[in-house]
């Protein structure tokens, strides 16, 4: 039971956590003349120079995430305890309570942090100078 409960939270929540914005970038005269493969290595490059730098691309998504998690666990397992010693189980209702608050602090958390894919202003800033530095038009991030 506890390996599936795990199964069901932590591939998702690895997925939110790995998912990231990339810049999209015009197609002006010195993106097409060094192509897109030497675009995508100039990319990479400015990102591995803002972390550096010490800009963090993460906006806390798993965090949050994580936090939703454990709090909907505590709230079940509590809420779960009274509704097991209202009716005589509480070790059961306990359990009940928990993986079912933990899925639903899970999919509330994982909801709240997919509205934005967004990478932190610092992040994104840095990483758009240092393209235009380069010679690229930065037109937004997705």
């Not at 810049?23 to 550096?52: F, W």
């Not at 009274?82 to 639903?104: E, K, L, Q």
Request: charged letters at 15%; a positive charge; glycine letters at 16%.
């Amino acid at each position: 039971m506890r390996h599936k409960v795990v199964s069901i939270i932590g591939g998702p929540l690895l997925l939110v956590a790995c998912s990231t914005a990339r810049p999209v970038l015009y197609p002006n005269a010195h993106m097409q003349s060094v192509g897109k493969e030497i675009a995508a290595q100039d990319i990479e490059a400015c990102r591995q120079l803002a972390e550096t730098a010490g800009a963090e691309e993460s906006s806390g998504k798993a965090g949050r995430v994580a936090t939703g998690t454990a709090l909907g666990a505590g709230a079940g397992a509590a809420s779960g305890a009274v509704g097991g010693a209202i009716f005589g189980a509480v070790g059961r209702g306990s359990m009940i309570g928990a993986v079912s608050g933990a899925v639903w602090g899970f999919l509330m958390g994982l909801f709240r942090a997919s509205g934005s894919s967004q990478p932190n202003q610092a992040y994104s800033n840095f990483v758009n100078r240092c393209l235009q530095e380069k010679g690229y038009e930065v037109t937004g991030w997705q």
